[in-house]
Nanobody, 124 residues
Framework: QVQLVESGGGLVQAGGSLRLSCATS????????MGWFRQPPGKEREFVAA????????VYADSVKGRFTISRDNAKKMVHLQMSSLKGDDTAVYFC?????????????????WGQGTQVTVSL
């Protein structure tokens, strides 16, 4: 059974930082591209960042480029999202996702497995 479990969310002041983590189990982690998506209140789920199987290729949404960094640890089967210079618009539920396409994908439909999400709230 595949499981993705996010952690690290919380309340942070604007300008602050948070590090999200996603622990995976039940899948051959090296064979999967990984992504982070978010769903702001009352809005659709949107792409944030993605990383290919090796970590050598990353893709970011324009809204987070230069502020967020995605990384992965294949030995620990985990993916992380380091978020800096947080803004109010970053408030959302953040989801980790796994794609059996081993390269970095931006499309929601490309992802086969999803976590339950972790809340990030940025106070102004």
């Amino acid at each position: 059974q595949v499981q993705l479990v996010e952690s690290g969310g919380g309340l942070v002041q604007a300008g602050g930082s948070l590090r999200l983590s996603c622990a995976t189990s039940g899948l051959t982690f090296r064979g999967f591209g990984m992504g982070w998506f978010r769903q702001p209140p009352g809005k659709e789920r949107e792409f944030v960042a993605a990383i290919n199987w090796s970590g050598g290729n990353t893709v970011y949404a324009d809204s987070v480029k230069g502020r967020f960094t995605i990384s992965r640890d294949n030995a620990k089967k985990m993916v992380h999202l380091q978020m800096s210079s947080l803004k109010g618009d970053d408030t959302a539920v953040y989801f980790c996702a796994a794609s059996n396409a081993d390269y970095a994908r931006t499309e929601r439909y490309a992802y086969n497995y999803w976590g339950q999400g972790t809340q990030v709230t940025v106070s102004l």
